[in-house]
């Protein structure tokens, strides 16, 4: 059954919304529990060891001890941290990442408790623009996190944090826009009901290439889990962080990477329609297995992001940057352009021949101008880089011999060395070796 418009929404009553309110944060805090487990395990298998294996039959209940071994830790506050903020930060990241499931489309209309009611708990004509605005609201709680911690490479994670979620939300919303001009629509209900013929994973791929990138670097996981560089940032934001507190922004990171993949399970996947062949089947769609089918589909994409972890080294920040803001963005704006274009002849009667032809024309123009730039001349050989020890104040005894460049004004930049009765440039001597090389 699909959802041909919102009028199946807002006729439960207040404990029929209070239960599946219920029932959708239990089945993220399970998610969660689950995907830590799993995550391990997985990890452990990739990289030739077994994983957890001690508590519990099989490991089974690791996840669960180590929330419980989180919360007997002692709470520390760091001297100079602002305290009110310092708290409200862990509180600012969950509620908002639990609150964007809120329009998640599960399943169809359904029998619960003797009444009819959407897998569903609500929907909104622009229910994928409250997605958006809810997980933009999710990043101030680690950039307060950083700022209230009164410490540098917290403040360093948080401000890392903020430039790369601005970056990857604005090529997420972009990869949205060629959705919306496919289903006409900004509901998530409506635009799992327009994919009832064909997932538009197939029809808006680079789209999807570009939402399953920017979920990755959305939610700081490897390799973009640059806010929180083990090497660079001892930790990053949650550096003070302690306890409970560390437990919270530990869970929202998890109920994000749900949401993230349940919002491309719903954008790209079909949401809850049965995959084929499995969608042939009579019933396929009906009652509770589309709860199954949407199910899968989320841990295929939390299985993604185990596998990148396992298998990608963490990008430099530069790198990183430039992907987002040199990469994506462009690349969803030229598609953009394109489908808008194609669905615009497509309204006017076009062929579809003609659609394909412009499409491949359009994608080897790009091709062939990044080619182009990629190209560079090759830079002339010049001098070597001055490098003098003596420079800035560092503590390097001088050499023997040493002094000053007479064509060099001002300070010791470029020092002469005295050997054999000859003048030798430092320079010289420091890029070719010992005297004796020389």
Request: aromatic share 12%; net charge neutral.
């Amino acid at each position: 059954m699909t959802f041909p418009n919102l009028t199946v929404f807002g006729h439960d009553p207040w404990w029929l919304i209070l239960v599946k309110a219920g029932v959708v944060f239990v089945f993220l805090l399970l998610t969660v529990l689950v995907a830590i487990l799993v995550e391990r395990k997985v990890l452990g298998r990739m990289q030739m060891r077994l994983g957890p294996n001690r508590v519990g039959p099989f490991g089974l209940l690791q996840s669960l001890v180590d929330g419980v071994k989180l919360a007997l830790k002692e709470g520390l506050i760091p001297a100079g941290v602002d305290k009110p903020i310092y708290l409200l930060a862990p509180v600012i990241s969950v509620i908002p990442a639990v609150m964007a499931f809120a329009v998640i489309p599960m399943g169809p209309v359904v029998s619960m408790f003797g009444r009819s009611t959407p897998l569903q708990l609500t929907d909104l004509p622009v229910a994928v623009l409250y997605v958006l605005a809810v997980a933009s609201i999710g990043v101030y709680g680690i950039v307060l996190a950083g700022w209230a911690s009164g410490s540098t490479y917290p403040l360093l994670g948080g401000l890392r944090s903020s430039a790369q979620v601005i970056s990857y939300e604005i090529a997420m919303a972009l990869s949205f826009a060629t959705v919306f001009l496919c289903a006409g629509t900004m509901s998530t209900s409506g635009i799992v009901a327009a994919q009832h013929g064909t997932w538009y994973v197939f029809l808006l791929l680079p789209s999807f290439l570009i939402y399953v990138t920017a979920m990755v670097g959305e939610t700081n996981r490897a390799p973009f889990d640059l806010p929180e560089a083990e090497g660079e940032l001892v930790g990053g934001f949650h550096t003070e962080y302690s306890s409970l507190k560390f437990a919270m922004f530990m869970l929202a990171e998890y109920v994000n990477m749900t949401t993230v993949s349940a919002l491309a399970a719903t954008m790209f996947l079909g949401g809850w329609q049965a995959p084929w062949p499995l969608s042939m089947i009579d019933g396929a769609n009906r009652d509770w297995w589309p709860l199954v089918w949407f199910v899968g589909k989320v841990w295929t994409f939390l299985f993604v992001f185990i596998w990148l972890r396992a298998t990608l080294p963490r990008l430099r920040y530069d790198q990183f940057m430039a992907i987002g803001w040199k990469l994506l963005i462009p690349v969803s704006l030229v598609w953009i352009f394109m489908v808008a274009t194609l669905r615009s002849l497509d309204v006017t009667g076009v062929g579809p021949g003609l659609l394909a032809s412009l499409a491949l024309l359009a994608v080897v123009l790009i091709m062939l101008r990044r080619n182009r730039t990629r190209r560079r001349e090759p830079e002339p050989a010049g001098q070597p880089y001055p490098f003098d020890p003596l420079a800035g104040g560092f503590p390097v005894p001088p050499l023997p011999g040493r002094r000053p460049h007479p064509e060099v004004p001002g300070d010791q930049d470029i020092g002469i060395w005295e050997h054999n009765g000859k003048s030798i440039p430092l320079d010289v001597v420091l890029s070719r070796g010992s005297d004796h090389d020389v």
